[in-house]
């Protein structure tokens, strides 16, 4: 039996975990974390009884604590209840599937507390990548990548220990606007660009994929996880999301990772690596397939992608400018209160804005991620 944390599960990688879970006999699920859904977080602990639950929202938690008195169940809430829950002491494994920055200190302190992770959060590499890595090879835990893209490049590299690597080929969809011109996307809506056409996947993250700045936070991770340079990570178009993605080797082979667009997959693989095991669901029919697309990423009309690259080759504090810069903007544009194309225009302008600071401190890197949202509220006044 082993024994999982997840952090963040109501959201969408959350319950996918927990349909991994439920589909198992061997799993236990000892800690659960949550923003301030306590209807279906009620739900989860009911069902699956887990021994310590935080609720980010406090007053979610108080209310929370009342409905499940009659469990044995800890409640506890806030980063404290948050970094409490990521080092429970009997887990094994902690699923990192909150959404932003709040990432950075649980993950750190379950890796601390020798936890092995199963990566969903790409911020807390992108923004703590040269605190995290050093972290847990100190402590000998292993970062497993949920992330569809980061596990093809795992469950490839696995198997070629010791061969040098040429590129990365970090494949995208496009998301729903690939094509476009900035013109023509002047006017698009939160409900356009919330259809993603092949994944099911948060709010966030689903605007991200549109802009493609979740590629360009992608790629950073890419080099933290992989210990390459970006120079060597280059973004492949395959609207299909059939390759999920692929590496070349120095001797110019080139492999990859193919299957269908579910993130049981690599959730499943995460939590059970080295082992493989039966997964419900289509697999891919090549012959009815008929093809396969790939494009190079349009840099022009999506400056979000540009941008990361040009964040993470600076490195230092600059990576979090864009994270929170595009938090801050997406958060905005879900609310209706700026356009599509002023989530990346709001990037770009705190970046300009900033002095970069070159190894920043956790303290660092969140009064960064402080400054910028002041910035970005300020000028938003004008």
């Not at 879970?21 to 949550?34: E, H, M, P, Y």
Request: proline share 4%.
């Amino acid at each position: 039996m082993r024994n999982i944390v997840i952090l963040g599960s109501t959201g969408s990688i959350g319950t996918q975990t927990l349909e991994v879970v439920r589909a198992n006999g061997d799993l236990a699920v000892t800690g659960l974390a949550a923003g301030s859904r306590t209807e279906l977080l009620e739900e989860q602990i009911r069902e699956f009884h887990p021994s310590v639950v935080c609720v980010f929202d406090e007053k979610a938690a108080g209310e929370l604590a009342v409905r499940t008195a009659d469990l044995p169940v800890k409640i506890v809430t806030g980063m404290d209840g948050l970094i409490e829950t990521a080092a429970e002491p009997s887990a094994d494994l902690v699923v990192t599937a909150v959404v932003g920055m709040v990432g950075i200190r649980p993950t750190m302190a379950a890796i601390e507390a020798g936890k092995d992770i199963a990566l969903a959060n790409k911020e807390t590499l992108v923004t703590a990548g040269h605190l995290i890595i050093p972290l847990a090879e100190k402590k000998g835990v292993r970062i497993l990548p949920v992330d569809s893209e980061h596990s093809a490049i795992f469950q490839v590299l696995s198997g070629e220990r010791g061969n040098a690597v040429s590129r990365i080929l970090l494949t995208a969809s496009g998301g729903p606007f690939r094509g476009w011109t900035r013109e023509q996307m002047k006017n698009v809506r939160v409900e356009d660009a919330l259809k993603h056409p092949n994944w099911t996947m948060g709010r966030k993250i689903t605007i991200d994929s549109a802009t493609m700045v979740n590629k360009g936070l992608e790629v950073m991770e890419a080099g933290w996880l992989f210990g390459v340079p970006l120079s060597r990570v280059e973004v492949v178009v395959q609207p299909q999301s059939v390759i999920h993605s692929m590496v070349e080797f120095e001797d110019g082979a080139v492999l990859a990772q193919l299957g269908t667009p579910d993130m049981r997959l690599p959730i499943q693989y995460a939590l059970y690596y080295p082992e493989r095991r039966d997964l419900s669901g289509g697999r891919l029919d090549f012959r009815a397939m008929g093809h396969i697309t790939l494009e190079a990423p349009d840099l022009v009309n999506f400056r979000g992608l540009a941008l990361a690259y040009r964040a993470g080759e600076t490195g230092g504090s600059l990576p979090t400018v864009f994270n929170a810069a595009n938090e801050w903007a997406v958060a905005r544009f879900l609310n209706r209160k700026i356009g599509f194309l002023e989530i990346t225009d709001s990037i770009e302008a705190a970046m300009e804005a900033h002095r970069v600071i070159p190894n920043p401190s956790v303290s660092e890197i969140l009064e960064t991620e402080a400054s910028v949202r002041e910035f970005l509220n300020q000028r938003s006044k004008f």
